[in-house]
């Protein structure tokens, strides 16, 4: 599928440590909200379906691979977690979308006692709490992120959520591959981060569809 083209993105300078990686962080979470308010603020009519239309072809056609991998005919039965996106975030409400038109089941994120998540589906609309047993079923992640490195560190909101409910979400699931949805400008050679940051396995991005983590 041919891919829409990009207009120009906000850049983010190179990341050079301070040797404080709190106030690091602190700093690149305003730099990288800034530069979505300025990339969203920009987009012309029709620009954020044209992304979600390209967003949501790259999605499945991982999700067909993956089946393909599992030795599956077609997604029904698939079970994915996504994220419902803030006006600023990339928009991946097309794909959540289509895989459900796919028969995948998809779970999305509650705020339970911080920093915990909690699981919901997507087709309920009061989203009922699910325990976690259901990440037992899930196949693949798809995770927000404000930026990543090429080696697969997730830079967060900062709250703590995501790093502190995958490393259990993922053993529960037997290992499933977690992918980090950004920008198209939002892989970085480096991004401020701890040891306990989450690490993805592949990122997934508005124009350039998905690639596997380390990136080149």
């Known amino acids: 599928m041919e891919q829409p083209p990009t207009p120009s993105s906000p850049e983010l300078p190179t990341y050079r440590s301070s040797g404080d990686v709190a106030a690091d962080k602190i700093t690149w979470r305003a730099l ?8 969203v603020d920009g987009w012309e009519e029709g620009r954020r379906e044209e992304l979600a239309r390209s967003l949501a072809a790259s999605g499945v056609d ?3 691979r993956y089946a393909v991998s599992q030795d599956r005919a077609d997604l029904t039965g698939l079970c994915v977690t996504a994220f419902e996106p803030m006006r600023t975030e990339p928009p991946v409400d097309g794909l959540t979308r289509a895989l459900q038109e796919l028969g995948v089941r998809v779970l999305v994120p509650i705020t339970l006692e911080r920093p915990r998540l909690g699981w919901a589906d997507l087709a309920d609309p009061d989203r009922t709490p699910l325990g976690e047993e259901v990440l037992t079923g899930v196949d693949l992640f798809l995770v927000p992120a404000l930026a990543i490195s090429r080696a697969g560190v997730r830079l967060g909101q900062g709250g703590g959520y ?9 053993a529960l699931s037997g290992g499933a591959p977690v992918v980090a949805c950004v920008h198209d400008h939002e892989v970085l050679p480096e991004v401020p981060a701890d040891g306990h940051d989450a690490i993805a396995d ?6 350039l569809g998905v690639d596997e983590v380390p990136l080149a």
């Open 62 to 64: 991982l999700m067909r």
């Open 202 to 207: 592949l990122v997934l991005r508005p124009t």
């Open 32 to 39: 990288v909200r800034a530069a979505r308010r300025e990339l």
């Open 162 to 170: 995501y790093d502190s409910t995958l490393p259990r979400a993922r």
